[in-house]
C-alpha cells in the first residue's frame, strides 16, 4: 500500500522569501502525485500532479514541484511568496493501478509574515 | 457553475442521534468522495461512488452509510453519532478516477457531544 509523509507540520516563512515543502512517498513504482491547497475555512484545490515524463511540474499560483524517484520525493516550491499563500498544504499519493483513490499526507501549515 | 456544495456548513449533534450530510455537484463527475478530516491528521477516505447506483467502502467506513441514486448528489449518513465522529467531513468530485482532478465542496464541521 501506497503512503505518504510530509515531515514538517508548520513552516513560517516571511514575504517575498522562497518557500519549500516536503513531500516523501512510500510505493513501488511511480505513483500518481498531488499537491492540493486549502485556504482557511475552505476545501481543497489542486495545485499541480505529476503522472509521467518531464519530472519539473508547473503549477497554479507560481507553484511548481520536482518529482526525484531517486528520493522518492515531491517537493513543492515557490520562488517568492505573497501573503494570500498562507494556508495548509497537502501532498497526495494515488496508485496507477488503483480507480483514483488518494492517500494525503498530514499536511504542513504555512504562516506567512509581514 | 456552482461546483460541489455541502449542506449543512455546521452541525452539533447529541450522541446517538442520526443526520445526513448533502453533497451536490453539477459538474455531471461519474466519481464521487466523502472524506474526513482531523487535526494533524490528513484526509482519510470514507466512502466513494464511480457512478449512480455503485458505492464502495473506503479507508474508515465504519458508522456511515451512502447512496447515490442520481449522478449529481451523494448523501453520506450518520447513523448513531459518537464522539469519535466529531470531525470536518468533504465531499470531492471527479469526471473519472485515476489522474483526474478531485474538486472539493467547502466541507461541513460536525461536533458531536
Known amino acids: 500500500a501506497q503512503s505518504v509523509t510530509q515531515p514538517d507540520i508548520h513552516i513560517t516563512v516571511s514575504e517575498g522569501a522562497s518557500l519549500e515543502l516536503r513531500c516523501n512517498y512510500s510505493?513501488?513504482?511511480?505513483?500518481?502525485l498531488f499537491w492540493y491547497v486549502q485556504s482557511p475555512g475552505q476545501g481543497l484545490q489542486l495545485l499541480l500532479k505529476?503522472?509521467?515524463?518531464?519530472?519539473l511540474v508547473q503549477g497554479i499560483k507560481g507553484f511548481e514541484a520536482e518529482f526525484k524517484r531517486s528520493q522518492s520525493s515531491f517537493n513543492l516550491r515557490k520562488p517568492s511568496v505573497h501573503w494570500s499563500d498562507a494556508a495548509e498544504y497537502f501532498c497526495?499519493?494515488?496508485?496507477?493501478?488503483?480507480?483514483?483513490?488518494?492517500?494525503f499526507g498530514a499536511g504542513t501549515q504555512v504562516v506567512v509574515t509581514p | 457553475n456552482a461546483g460541489v456544495t455541502q449542506t449543512p456548513k455546521f452541525r452539533i449533534l447529541k450522541i446517538g442521534q442520526s443526520m445526513t450530510l448533502q453533497c451536490t455537484q453539477d459538474?455531471?463527475?461519474?466519481?464521487m468522495y466523502w472524506y474526513r478530516q482531523d487535526p494533524g491528521m490528513g484526509l482519510k477516505l470514507i466512502y466513494y461512488?464511480?457512478?449512480?447506483?455503485?458505492?464502495d467502502k473506503g479507508e474508515v467506513p465504519n458508522g456511515y452509510n451512502v447512496s447515490r441514486s442520481t449522478t449529481e448528489d451523494f448523501p453520506l449518513r450518520l447513523e448513531l453519532a459518537a464522539p469519535s465522529q466529531t470531525s470536518v467531513y468533504f465531499c470531492?468530485?471527479?469526471?473519472?478516477?485515476?489522474?483526474?482532478?478531485?474538486?472539493f465542496g467547502p466541507g461541513t464541521r460536525l461536533t458531536v457531544l
Open positions: 470531492a468530485s471527479s469526471r473519472e478516477g485515476r489522474t483526474d482532478t478531485q474538486y
Open positions: 510505493y513501488g513504482a511511480t505513483p500518481y
Open positions: 505529476y503522472f509521467s515524463g518531464d519530472t
Open positions: 497526495a499519493v494515488g496508485a496507477p493501478d488503483s480507480w483514483g483513490k488518494l492517500q
Open positions: 459538474m455531471n463527475h461519474n466519481y
Open positions: 461512488s464511480v457512478g449512480a447506483g455503485i458505492t
